[in-house]
């Protein structure tokens, strides 16, 4: 069958072999996007019709995008009919860039971490109910724990998350928990509400949180957040062991886990790195 092309009622050039909404959804977001990676130090803001010329979009098309961004937060109009990024872009693209810098920088104290230990040692961002790895460094006694960089866990009952929760306003905390449900993945896991919140109490007053074979039965996690320069947890560190805790274990690996965590956050903020 031809490809036939017509134009719109709006100007627009329109592929009548493309009609599905599926096809026009990906297109719009593509021309939105499009407009957003028209901005940078050279073009700080630009005219709707400005806009336009460089997009290949016409002038009304071209607005009516800049009007929808607008409204999502992700435009600014600075003055009539002239456009900048707006809160939402660069809240985006700061959490981008430091999501990308954040292992990269904590991967020499994560490095001395695993071998003062001899544990696995991992970082993970908080994403909502979930958390989600970012830095993995192994140990022998780990390797068969499939877990790699990218891979997600709850974040009520993972000890990274339950350390950046603890550092959250109650009311976040309480909406995260709605948002998805607290699954028991091991029997050991905790899923009543009301022990989860005295758990994360408790993590906040010793500062480090602990899970107790939680996640998979036989490992245990002992974890401290990274905060950001905002004050905000913008990670957790912790360390993985595949063996029950010995006495006075538990206080010297937390007391190294933290050292660990005050030493990333310090340099997290001396360098202005914030995430979400």
Do not use: W
Not at 13 to 19: K, L, Q, V, W, Y
């Amino acid at each position: 069958m031809a490809r036939t092309k017509s134009h719109s009622s709006n100007g627009e050039i329109a592929d009548e072999s493309r009609g599905k909404d599926g096809v026009n959804g990906i297109q719009s977001v593509s021309r939105a996007l499009g407009i957003l990676e028209l901005f940078g130090a050279q073009r700080p803001a630009l005219t709707a019709s400005e806009i336009a010329n460089l997009s290949g979009l016409n002038r009304a098309t071209a607005y009516r995008f800049c009007q929808t961004l607008l409204s999502l937060g992700y435009l600014e109009e600075t003055r009539p009919r002239t456009f900048r990024p707006g809160l939402k872009a660069v809240s985006l693209a700061q959490a981008a860039l430091a999501a990308h810098e954040l292992p990269d920088l904590a991967r020499p104290y994560l490095s001395e971490l695993r071998d003062a230990t001899g544990e696995t040692v991992n970082m993970a961002l908080l994403d909502g109910a979930q958390i989600v790895y970012v830095s993995r460094l192994l140990n022998d006694s780990l390797l068969a724990l499939r877990l790699f960089v990218g891979s997600r866990l709850p974040s009520t009952s993972s000890s990274m998350g339950r350390a950046m929760l603890a550092y959250l306003p109650d009311d976040e905390v309480e909406r995260i928990l709605d948002s998805g449900a607290v699954e028991a993945v091991t029997p050991k896991t905790i899923t009543d509400r009301r022990r989860l919140m005295a758990e994360l109490r408790r993590t906040r007053n010793r500062g480090y949180a602990l899970n107790d074979e939680e996640i998979v039965l036989g490992v245990r996690g002992i974890a401290a957040p990274v905060f950001g320069v905002s004050g905000r947890p913008i990670a957790g560190i912790n360390v993985s062991v595949a063996h029950e805790l010995a006495p006075g274990e538990e206080k010297r690996l937390s007391t190294q886990v933290i050292e660990a965590a005050d030493a990333i956050s310090a340099l997290a903020k001396q360098l202005a790195v914030d995430v979400g």
